[in-house]
């Protein structure tokens, strides 16, 4: 990649989620929603732009009031939308998310057909996708054709031109005719990605273990891939790359919306990776990398909504060193409790000695 731009492309679907007014509530129970822009693959690209990235989306809107919000959402944070095109005969998907009482996020789609599954392989933007260092998608623009002809068609452009091409599956098995074949086609690129990031939900529906110890997770290794990633949630995550493997614990905050925390992750390891692509090859630069990720994920989660919580780099950085500080204070104290404890001990042997 070496002499290649920064410029991280995502493919894939952008939409308008509809989330309750009130927390805690199934779809049925909530009293009334707001509307907020979604959508993995944007997600990715507005957080590789809110960090100072070049970043640009490719896919399909309506020709309708919220497709054209949603370009415009694009534009004020900064991504290239030139990719994006609109079909006037279809409708920018909607889909209404809550989170409930038991922790679980509940979806409800409407795509019958959205605008997003029915772009064409004839309607991508071929020079954009060719200044990619980085091309990044997910699975949701597999489901369906032509959309799913488009997605692989474009995969192979950025290839051809040098680029890395990154994966985030974000499995939504309501869409899916069934959990068959969502793992049939789910796996049916994986070969040809160089990084690849699962969650621990992702990890067991794949590999049917409900496990993340090592030898579970190298069973989606391939030897074409330069980095495996699982997502563990507030336990951080585990990376694995060619030659070497290990642990990065995540960031504590106080938690109130994790939607797009995910996608915050893999903005910020795309984007420090394309300023530095030997992190791939440098374990101590890697887990820099997956500390910085770390922290825009956990600053995501802090707010509601995910583009509107897409940290800066400024910010990621800040918390990072609030929070180095801390652990730094925490050894302190563990260190004078320690000295406190050891001189009341001795205390306590020179009384009985006298």
Request: hydrophobic share 50%; with cysteine.
């Amino acid at each position: 990649m070496a002499g290649r731009s920064e410029l991280v492309v995502s493919f894939g679907e952008m939409l308008i989620d509809f989330v309750p007014t009130v927390a805690g509530v199934s779809l049925a129970e909530a009293p009334a929603f707001v509307k907020a822009p979604g959508g993995a693959p944007a997600n990715v690209a507005i957080a590789v732009a809110r960090l100072g990235g070049g970043a640009a989306f490719v896919g399909k809107l309506g020709d309708d009031e919220f497709g054209r919000m949603l370009a415009a959402i694009l534009r004020d944070n900064g991504v290239d939308d030139g990719g994006v095109v609109f079909d006037a005969g279809a409708r920018t998907a909607l889909a209404f998310v809550t989170l409930r009482a038991d922790g679980e996020r509940e979806f409800m789609f409407y795509r019958n057909p959205s605008a997003d599954m029915l772009l064409t392989h004839a309607e991508l933007n071929v020079e954009l996708i060719k200044r990619a260092a980085v091309f990044h998608y997910g699975s949701i623009s597999l489901i369906a054709e032509p959309c799913r002809s488009a997605h692989l068609r474009a995969m192979e452009i950025a290839k051809e031109a040098g680029a890395l091409l990154s994966y985030d599956p974000n499995l939504r098995e309501a869409l899916w005719p069934s959990r068959e074949e969502a793992r049939t086609k789910i796996l049916s690129i994986w070969d040809h990605a160089d990084i690849v990031k699962v969650s621990e939900v992702e990890l067991e529906f794949l590999t049917g273990i409900d496990s993340v110890e090592d030898d579970v997770v190298m069973k989606l290794w391939r030897p074409t891939m330069k980095l495996l990633l699982v997502t563990l949630g507030d336990q951080g995550c585990k990376y694995y790359a060619r030659d070497f493997r290990g642990a990065v614990p995540s960031y504590k905050v106080q938690q109130v919306d994790t939607t797009g925390a995910g996608d915050a992750f893999v903005g910020a390891l795309l984007r420090r990776i394309v300023q530095d692509p030997s992190s791939l090859q440098d374990q101590k630069k890697l887990e820099e990398a997956i500390k910085f990720a770390n922290a825009c994920g956990a600053i995501t989660a802090t707010k509601k909504g995910a583009i509107p919580s897409l940290p800066t780099e400024v910010e990621v950085l800040k918390l990072m060193e609030m929070l180095e500080a801390w652990k730094y204070c925490d050894a302190v104290m563990l260190l004078v409790r320690d000295i406190q404890c050891s001189l009341i001990a001795i205390s306590i042997v020179l009384v009985a000695e006298i």
